[in-house]
């Protein structure tokens, strides 16, 4: 299925090659292709070279990763994109990240190696990472041989000498057991024993706010309105999810001797995980018979137990399950409703002490408005404001502690408005309404923290039920880390 392997830095030069048959073509034949490709950002990741052959490529920041396959009518088209995403793990493992190019080239041999293992013929094989490593030694090959050399002619010349030695025990040497657990190295010792768990979820919601009976707005010709008066006009800023969901993660590092049996209870609380998928190493009918209960010899390591996805458009109260941030956002505000304000309410959680890279992007981009010159902030109460250009401004908070209530109050200057002074005096009371409101088209919210996940998941126990080779006497170190991500977490005006 699999023809060749290439590697190219962002400049589409060629960094690696591995091909798998004498007749794959050279990455040379095939640079304008897959150069067009590149520079082509809405290519697709998939590039069609006949009808009998096909690239399938992923770009991350130093690298680009193309697999040669065959047009079979019984492949998996989903499967070159999960070997590169295989590869790019086994790398990272062994080389470092981030992968530089220096790194690739400099382990030129053990890359090859490597590859040779995962993939049988041009069908993936072995790309489990203990497995790999019993295998392929992270050093470089070639170091390796050279290092182990004399070695090699010493333990040569003592099986000669060994040789003509009387052999006393009667019965033929005795054959190590082969490793029977794929995914687990075999004769695994540590001195300190320890476990831990970390559950990881990404929130990924769009919100908007709900609708609200439209007001007569007044205003004063020798006053502008604060924030508190126009506050009260938009009586309610609750945000209404449009659409939404939670993907977890169940990430385990091992550091266990011998071969234990482990169980792991999650307090569910009548989640409903969809599309789980699981690690090889989990019973995954005792998850079925008991959800929540994940039994399992674990990988040596670090290893994913679990995925999972919770949905938000089918969840009941889908408010509650959006962390410890919500919004309260108001637009077309002010006298010419080009004011909008954004305040953040961050619950205080003994557990979450604070929250680390936060940021509010406003991306403004209104038709028929003019073009978008500036935007200013009125009020700030926390980190800094910038504007960006182009109708993108940023409000970069960084660190800041539960349970306070950042406010940011700014207002959108377009091309096609009248200077203030410009204006013509208007009578003390009137209604507007004629004013078409101006308003960012979406704000998005970066940040993440430790401590609790939105879903309210928690471990009740890990426990060894099966303590072989390690002996019931040992107690192994336990750590739970609870660690919440945003994704595309947006509002929309």
């Known amino acids: 299925m699999f023809e060749a392997v290439y590697i190219a830095d ?97 382990n030129n041999d053990t ?60 019965s033929g040497a005795k054959l190590e057991p082969l490793n ?12 300190n024993n320890e476990m831990y768990v970390d559950i990881i979820e990404t929130v990924n919601v769009i919100l908007k706010p709900a609708k609200l009976a ?24 609750q945000m209404v999810p449009i659409s939404g969901h939670i993907l977890g993660q169940i990430n385990f590092i091992s550091h266990l001797t011998g071969v234990p049996l482990l169980q792991l209870l999650l307090s569910i609380n009548g989640l409903d995980l969809q599309l789980p998928s699981f690690h090889k190493c989990i019973e995954v009918e005792r998850w079925l018979s008991s959800p929540g209960t994940l039994s399992f010899i674990p990988a040596d390591g670090k290893s994913v137990l679990m995925n999972y996805e919770i949905d938000l458009d089918s969840a009941h109260r889908a408010n509650d399950l959006l962390g410890l941030i919500s919004v309260d ?31 509010v992007e406003i991306f403004c981009e209104e038709e028929g408005l003019g073009e978008v010159t500036n935007v200013k902030s009125n009020r700030i109460t926390h980190g800094d404001f910038t504007y960006k250009g182009k109708g993108h401004c940023e409000w970069n908070l960084r660190t800041v502690n539960t349970g306070i209530l950042p406010l940011l109050q700014g207002t959108i200057i377009t091309s096609n408005m009248e200077p203030e002074d410009s204006r013509e005096s208007t009578p003390n009371l009137i209604a507007v309404t004629t004013v078409k409101p101006i308003r960012p088209e979406y704000v998005k919210l970066t940040f993440n923290y430790k401590g609790s996940v939105p879903s ?7 426990k060894v039920v ?17 660690i919440t991500r945003s994704g595309d977490f947006v509002i929309r005006s």
Request: aromatic share 8%; glycine share 4%; net charge positive.
């Open 456 to 462: 309210g998941l928690k471990v009740d126990s890990l």
């Open 180 to 191: 029977t657990i794929p995914w687990r190295r075999s004769n695994v010792k540590y001195t």
């Open 214 to 237: 439209k007001k007569t707005q007044l205003y004063s010709s020798n006053n502008h309105f604060d924030s508190a008066f126009y506050s009260s006009l938009k009586a309610s800023s």
């Open 329 to 359: 956002y108001r637009s077309g505000l002010g006298v010419s409703k080009n004011e909008f304000e954004v305040k953040l309410i961050i619950d205080n959680v003994k557990a979450v002490s604070k929250i680390e890279d936060m940021k």
């Open 111 to 170: 890359l090859t190696l490597l590859i040779n293992e995962m993939l049988d013929d041009g069908t993936p094989n072995t790309t489990d990472f203990n497995k790999l490593r019993e295998l392929i030694p992270s050093k470089s090959f070639l170091s390796q041989l050279l290092s182990t050399s004399n070695e090699l002619a010493s333990s040569a010349a003592a099986h000669v000498t060994k040789s003509h030695m009387p052999n006393h025990s009667g």
């Open 10 to 106: 962002i400049n589409n030069n060629l960094v690696f090659e591995y091909l798998i048959n004498l007749s794959s073509p050279k990455f040379k034949s095939l640079t304008p292709i897959l150069s067009q490709a590149a520079q082509n950002h809405d290519q697709l990741p998939l590039i069609e070279i006949n009808p009998e052959y096909f690239i399938v490529f992923e770009k991350t920041k130093n690298l680009l990763i193309y697999v040669l396959c065959s047009n079979e009518s019984h492949s998996n088209p989903l499967m070159p994109l999960i070997f590169i995403q295989r590869l790019l793990e086994v790398m990272s493992d062994y080389f470092g990240t981030p992968l530089a190019l220096t790194k690739i080239d400099a």
């Open 466 to 482: 099966s303590a072989k080779g390690m002996g019931d006497t040992v107690k192994p170190y336990k750590g739970v880390k609870y």
